[in-house]
């Protein structure tokens, strides 16, 4: 996935730099970018430096470029049960393999407050639907 231009203030770093699609949001050719919270990097025996510091927030409601989905274009949505104590609180979202991102995708969809309260865009959520990837025909 890649995130698409125009990209907003906060991200404006990152937008000159040459990026390959191949894993969550960002990734350069000639130099490693992670995602972290300031926590995983006091663990890293190595240095960080920080390109951009950012929200879980700044990120709701990017676009991306997924070409190996079903939506070629996808948004960056809230995720509720993310801790980032146990990782760095960015994951990619399987609403047909995963019964905490189907229920994420089925609480945003119907509810406008819950949209509103973290700055979803109806056109980021609404027109998706989750693909079923199984079909058990006694459900």
């Not at 996935?1 to 040459?18: N, S, T």
């Not at 990017?62 to 104590?85: C, F, G, M, R």
């Amino acid at each position: 996935m890649d995130v698409l231009a125009p990209f907003p203030p906060k991200l404006g770093p990152l937008e000159r730099k040459k990026r390959v699609p191949s894993c969550c949001y960002f990734e350069t050719l000639g130099l490693c970018m992670f995602k972290q919270t300031h926590r995983t990097s006091q663990r890293s025996p190595n240095k960080s430096s920080w390109l951009v510091e950012l929200v879980g927030s700044d990120l709701i409601g990017l676009p991306l470029n997924s070409p190996l989905s079903a939506h070629h274009l996808i948004y960056v949505l809230p995720k509720l049960i993310i801790q980032t104590e146990k990782g760095t609180g960015i994951v990619t979202s399987v609403p047909s393999d995963s019964l905490g991102d189907y229920m994420a995708m089925h609480d945003l969809k119907p509810k406008r407050d819950l949209r509103e309260k973290f700055g979803v865009k109806d056109e980021s959520a609404m027109p998706f639907d989750i693909v079923p990837i199984l079909d058990i025909p006694e459900f």
